[in-house]
């Protein structure tokens, strides 16, 4: 008797662990102004719809957004430890190198952060999806070619999800973005995650 009492016991904290363990689940947005929502309210970003898109499923997940604007690969590169430390997350979305490329960064020198992000992240036993970028023609061919395929490189050899351009269903819409023609409007973020999503899903 005591050890059948002792079974459902066991069983019942195993249950009751596991279940504090499934609620714990984080998505970690860890990005540039593109993902942290610059020019809107902060309901309105993808990373923001991503987490309402959560709740309304039920599901385990929760999002932490760790974006900031204006952020570089170096910068990431220099916080991710902290953030990892913090929010201990199970799925780590890496959207940076926007701003990289924006300033004509060396693509070697983005490759070598990136690298250094997801091999933390992978490290603490994290899922990766890295989201790449594409700069605009008039930055020059070559640099152009090498900055986008740095994204594709590093994933492969981290052996994580890779999402070739963050701005793929929005990028030729001119509509999509504000006055600046970089950061997409309100109405261009549902279109954003509903692209994110397709790469994501498979890692929860």
Request: net charge positive.
């Amino acid at each position: 008797m005591f050890l059948r009492l002792f079974s459902i016991l066991c069983i019942g904290l195993a249950l009751t662990f596991s279940a504090v363990a499934e609620a714990g689940k984080t998505i970690l947005v860890f990005g540039d102004s593109l993902s942290a929502g610059f020019g809107l309210a902060r309901e309105q970003s993808w990373p923001s719809l991503l987490a309402q898109r959560l709740e309304a499923q039920r599901s385990v997940y929760r999002v932490v957004n760790a974006s900031i604007s204006g952020e570089t690969s170096a910068g990431g590169r220099s916080r991710i430890a902290a953030a990892l430390a913090e929010f201990e997350p199970t799925v780590v979305v890496v959207a940076l190198g926007a701003n990289d490329g924006l300033r004509g960064l060396p693509a070697a020198q983005l490759r070598e952060n990136l690298t250094a992000i997801v091999r933390a992240a992978r490290e603490r036993r994290a899922r990766v999806l890295l989201i790449g970028m594409k700069l605009p023609p008039n930055y020059g061919t070559d640099y152009g070619i090498d900055f986008e395929r740095s994204f594709a490189g590093v994933a492969k050899a981290g052996k994580c999800t890779l999402l070739p351009f963050l701005l793929e269903p929005v990028a030729a819409d001119r509509t999509a973005f504000q006055a600046d023609g970089l950061h997409p409007v309100a109405a261009a973020q549902p279109r954003i995650l509903d692209h994110v999503w397709q790469a994501l899903k498979p890692l929860l």
